[in-house]
């Protein structure tokens, strides 16, 4: 069974902190997606990694696929309250389109 | 409609009984999938399917749970006799053969 593990499970910052999100498996994945979920609604996809060592920055959001493409990464500078939500990672493997999402990681921005 | 619809949007139901839950995804997306997401946590994957075939059931919590897709659109996720672990927010999503999951705003399902 694959599974994609998510630390930290919860994370709570004050505005303008800087803060890393980790995805770990020990499967192999052909791509890696990050989503944003709010209350009530679905998840929102934030960026796709396909390349092992790839490194993509969406405005203060930076996102790094690990080397061996077992694992991935979400930075996020100068937080802002907008970032609140539930940050997910979903992983594909090759030859397959059956996404696995990870375990969420929770985060609050306080004002 | 633009995005994925799903139906209805909160059911409650009593224990043993049947319920249906409904899925229009986005018009032209092959793939559609099936999620379950307990208290805000990751969403646990039911089934996926191609077309109007379902390549990956492994997903699907036990013979209780059955889905099916007709006309490669419309989506059906079938829970019998349903138990109070059977509640949880039931989410789908569609999408082109490779990419971007787009998601529905799910069916709240509580079971009394």
């Known amino acids: 069974t694959q599974l994609l593990e998510q630390s930290p499970q919860f994370l709570s910052i004050q505005e303008g902190e800087n803060l890393t999100v980790y995805c770990n498996s020990s499967?192999?994945?052909?791509?890696l997606q990050w989503y944003r979920q709010e209350p009530g609604e679905g998840p929102v996809l934030l960026v796709t990694?396909?390349?092992?060592?790839e490194v993509k920055k969406l405005k203060r959001l930076t996102f790094q696929f690990g080397d061996a493409r077992k694992d991935s990464s979400l930075h996020i500078t100068a937080a802002q309250t907008g970032d609140t939500g539930l940050y997910l990672c979903?992983?594909?493997?090759?030859?397959?389109?059956?996404?696995?999402f990870g375990t969420g990681t929770r985060l609050k921005v306080l004002a | 409609g633009a995005g994925v619809s799903q139906s209805p949007s909160n059911k409650v139901t009593e224990k043993g009984k049947d319920v249906e839950l409904r899925c229009d995804p986005i018009?032209?997306?092959?793939?559609l999938y099936w999620y379950r997401q307990s208290l805000g946590q990751g969403l646990e994957f039911l089934i996926y399917?191609?077309?109007?075939?379902?390549?990956?059931k492994s997903g699907l919590p036990s013979d209780r749970f059955s889905a099916e897709r007709t006309g490669g659109s419309v989506s059906t996720l079938t829970i019998q006799r349903t138990q109070q672990e059977d509640s949880a927010v039931y989410l789908c999503?569609?999408?082109?053969?490779?990419?971007?999951?787009?998601f529905g705003e799910g069916s709240r399902l509580t079971v009394l």
């Open positions: 399917f191609q077309g109007n075939s379902a390549p990956d």
């Open positions: 990694v396909v390349t092992g060592g």
């Open positions: 018009s032209g997306h092959t793939a």
């Open positions: 979903a992983g594909a493997s090759k030859g397959t389109y059956k996404y696995i």
């Open positions: 499967s192999v994945f052909s791509s």
């Open positions: 999503a569609s999408s082109r053969i490779t990419g971007e999951l787009f």
